[in-house]
């Protein structure tokens, strides 16, 4: 599955390229309007994330010309949330609309009901399980052998990160930026607190871990 990712802030579309890569998506990139349109004539495209507000040719004129030859999803990023905004985004062809800053999780799950809706083939399961463990990812379920077991959202998004990338080990930081966002100026140590509840919430005995290990000095991974 090959995405389009165009923006004029190179570190955002460098932040989002590497997320989606992370899920097995092919990422290309663009940083203005006239070359997004270049690229999806090209071909080989699979579904579009442009913001708004670019140089040469803006997000808004970008997408009118694609929709003038293509049916391609096209997801618009933007800082305005004003709902005038979104209806015009509509109305030029956007099938959806996410308003920076947002959560990577979030504009994932956007992906992958764009992708549905299209009829297009994913890359990425919407039913994760790992042992006992259960994940229904478009309901927001967790269920622990065969309990259904109450999460906040960032526990679950944390969860979800972790059973999506086994072994993989993520530090504090990586995962304080993925799932709270890049704007996120908390403590770190909420990344602690976070999984001390999930732990506590996904364990069957006293102090047996919901299979999350700790990686001394670096972070946490969820063990296979």
Known sequence: MRILVVDDEKALVKGIKFNLEMDGFEVVSAYDGEAAVELVRAGGIDLIIMDLMMPKKSGLEACLEIRSFSKLPIIMLTAKSEDNDKIIGFEYGADDYVTKPFNILELKARIRALLRRSG??????????????????????????????????????????????????????????????ADYQGDIRTVDVHIRRIREKLETQPAEPAKIMTKWGVGYYLKE
């Open 120 to 181: 297009q083939s994913e890359t990425e399961k919407t039913v994760l399980e790992s042992g006992p463990i259960l994940l229904d990812i478009e309901r927001r379920v967790a269920v622990r052998d065969g309990k259904e077991v109450e999460l906040t959202a960032r526990e679950f998004d944390l969860m979800e990160l972790l059973m999506r990338n086994p072994n993989k080990v993520f530090s504090r930081e990586s995962l304080l930026k993925t799932v709270w966002g």
